[in-house]
């Protein structure tokens, strides 16, 4: 599957041998530095989670759950994650929810919705097909944070275009024009429609497993949301329907999953946080032994493989 990055263009995240370095010029002789560096992109997206149920307080008691469960995902998902171009996705996407979440009810968050959307924009320059979250980032701000615009509107375009502006100038004066060409029309170079025969018995078990756990934790917080201010409310619908798109879009394009899983883990994180701290019946209890079973189990697995 080939990543549409402007870092270089036809590389490989994934290979049967193991973590294909992303930078030109190295190959996976060289991955091990980087695998580090994805590592610690992954801490960093943990901390973003931290400070995104603190400010916004998704969890209405004290938990760190949030960042545990993205974490957990992580070593479940772990292949995906040791790629820094990939693991770079979903540092991208929990700073832009904890960016757009402040713009609850305020049609005039004109500032927040730009940066949301340059956030947006500089993912799309390592994964263009990000950009195809752009719709789905302007049903959230109309219908669940109620901030829509027509500045609003216009600020979210400007945030797309600022990053492309800047990086056009670069190509301009390096007469490098056509990689920027190149990488802004891979956002329409898609594969066969749920073709997966590119996928490995590893990427359908994790695919299997995430998918999983993000139902378990839809079907528990659409049963109990009642207990949730109707701001958390907001919130959490917001990550169902990023989640939601992102799986559509891995049912499309199965050969994608490997960009796709790691970006969707920020959704599933807080709706798997919500089941495991605020149930407590023997089911659940059994169900959360469960998940520490096979978070052991996958991450043994991923290394012995590796």
Known sequence: MVVHSLFNANSLPLEKSGVVSPFPGKGTEAAFPYEWLGMGFVLATAFVMVRLNTIHAIMRTYSRMISCSFLAISLIALP?????????????????????????????????????????????????????????LWIIIATRMMAMSPRVFFASLLG???????????????????????????????????DISTLSLSDITIFVI???????????????????????????????????????????????MECLVPMMAVGVSPLVAHYVTYTSSRLSNLSFLGMILIVVLSTAYHLWTL
């Open 80 to 136: 995906y994650f040791l790629n820094p171009l990939n693991a770079a996705l979903p540092l991208c996407l929990s700073i832009i929810f904890t960016l757009l979440f402040f713009s609850y009810q305020d049609k005039t968050a004109v500032g927040i919705v730009f940066l949301t959307f340059v956030v947006l924009s500089i993912a799309s320059l390592i994964y263009i097909k990000i950009l195809l979250l752009v719709p789905i």
């Open 160 to 194: 797309i275009v600022t990053p492309y502006w800047f990086y056009a100038a670069y190509c301009l004066y390096a007469d490098r024009i056509d990689t920027l060409t190149d990488h802004v029309t891979g956002i329409a170079d898609f594969t066969k429609i749920s």
């Open 210 to 256: 995430v998918i999983l756990l993000f139902f378990l934790g839809m079907t528990h917080f659409i049963l109990t949301s009642h207990n949730d201010k109707i701001r958390t409310r907001m919130i959490f619908e917001s990550f169902i329907i990023t989640d939601i798109a992102l799986l559509a879009f891995i049912i499309l394009q199965p050969a994608e």
